[in-house]
């Protein structure tokens, strides 16, 4: 039996230090972003194809977004311990998709608070079995450990929250790849954490919410905070118009393209053929372009 857990033990040991290797990035003293891989979901990177803040108080550690997996919060951790040892005192999800809180139960463990909004907390019980078999069918025995943990303190439309000194001002202004996205404020410093409303490096995805229009919505309602800088769900953190180049000029790219399909009465296979080249430059545009162009033509064509 003490072979066999030493072997398990091993091979997750393996499974760590094989995997991708988060890049950090100190954005403000004290505040770091933690910069995942920007392809798709592997055993490489344990899920997290991600980007994760982390702000240090004299109090403890509050993390934004736990990742995707046991192993994936794991990594995470270790890479946080490579700047602090003070310990996780607060994680706070910022939207549904399961990198931003199946790495919960790893925290919560260590004592961690778990927050999220309303929303998101419903969309991860919803969601929480057809994520989880999505994530086995890609990342196999990297996935072992991970159990479904839900936040522990939510909130329907904004919290302010304090540890060590540092205040934050919680954000739930509608679905934008999520229907339970967050952004997180923190005054201080004027940083924006904004979880998946905020795309750099890599080309969104329209997501499970189905609603681009109220992305843009929540996109502009964030940017109205004026901050001088973003950490972004995926990517690189960033300035406000790089953020906007990325994401919110796509997507009113996308709704003007659209518009003219369908106010000249073309259809779905006009939609694929969209010209999107401006935007090749963007990771996983081959896989994820004609899909976006594909979603919104089916959100509009009912409003016409």
């Given amino acids: 039996m003490f072979r066999i857990m030493a072997f398990v033990l091993c091979s997750l040991l393996a499974s760590v230090s094989m995997a991708y290797e988060l890049k950090i990035h100190k954005v403000d003293d004290n505040v770091y972003a933690l910069v995942g891989d920007l392809s798709q979901r592997s055993t490489d990177n344990l899920g997290n194809n991600s980007t994760h803040g982390v702000i240090v108080t004299d109090e403890?550690?509050?993390?934004?977004?736990?990742?995707a997996s046991y192993l994936g919060a794991k990594q995470i951790h270790e890479a946080i311990q490579t700047f602090t040892q003070q310990s996780i005192k607060i994680v706070i999800n910022s939207g549904g998709q399961d990198h931003r809180w199946?790495?919960?139960?790893?925290?919560?463990?260590?004592?961690?608070?778990i927050i999220s909004s309303l929303e998101a907390?419903?969309?991860?019980?919803?969601?929480?079995?057809?994520?989880?078999?999505?994530?086995?069918?890609?990342?196999?025995?990297?996935?072992?450990?991970?159990?479904?943990?839900?936040a522990t303190q939510t909130f329907d439309t904004?919290?302010?929250?304090?540890?060590?000194?540092?205040?934050?001002?919680?954000?739930?202004?509608g679905p934008a790849h999520t229907a339970g996205d967050s952004i997180i404020w923190m005054p201080s410093t004027r940083i924006m954490f904004t979880?998946?409303?905020?795309?750099?490096?890599?080309?969104?995805?329209?997501?499970?919410?189905?609603?681009?229009?109220?992305?843009?919505?929540?996109?502009?309602?964030?940017?109205?905070?004026?901050?001088?800088?973003?950490?972004p769900g995926h990517g690189?953190?960033?300035?406000?118009?790089?953020?906007?180049?990325?994401?919110?000029?796509?997507?009113?790219?996308?709704?003007?393209?659209?518009?003219?399909?369908?106010?000249?009465?073309?259809?779905?296979?006009d939609a694929t053929k969209i010209d999107q080249s401006e935007y090749e430059y963007l990771e996983n545009f081959e896989t994820i372009a004609g899909r976006n162009a594909q979603a919104v033509f089916e959100q509009m064509e009912f409003d016409y």
């Fill in 121 to 150: 907390k419903a969309d991860h019980q919803n969601r929480a079995d057809e994520q989880l078999a999505f994530l086995e069918s890609l990342l196999g025995d990297s996935l072992k450990g991970t159990k479904p943990f839900f």
């Fill in 60 to 67: 403890g550690v509050i993390l934004i977004d736990s990742g």
């Fill in 195 to 231: 979880g998946d409303v905020v795309y750099n490096n890599r080309m969104l995805g329209i997501g499970p919410a189905r609603n681009f229009q109220s992305w843009i919505d929540v996109f502009e309602k964030m940017a109205s905070f004026k901050p001088d800088y973003i950490i």
């Fill in 158 to 173: 904004e919290l302010k929250l304090s540890l060590g000194g540092v205040d934050l001002e919680l954000y739930h202004f």
């Fill in 102 to 113: 199946l790495g919960n139960d790893y925290f919560q463990q260590l004592g961690a608070t």
């Fill in 236 to 269: 690189n953190p960033s300035v406000l118009e790089t953020a906007t180049i990325n994401t919110y000029q796509y997507l009113l790219f996308l709704r003007a393209k659209v518009a003219e399909i369908l106010d000249n009465d073309g259809g779905m296979v």
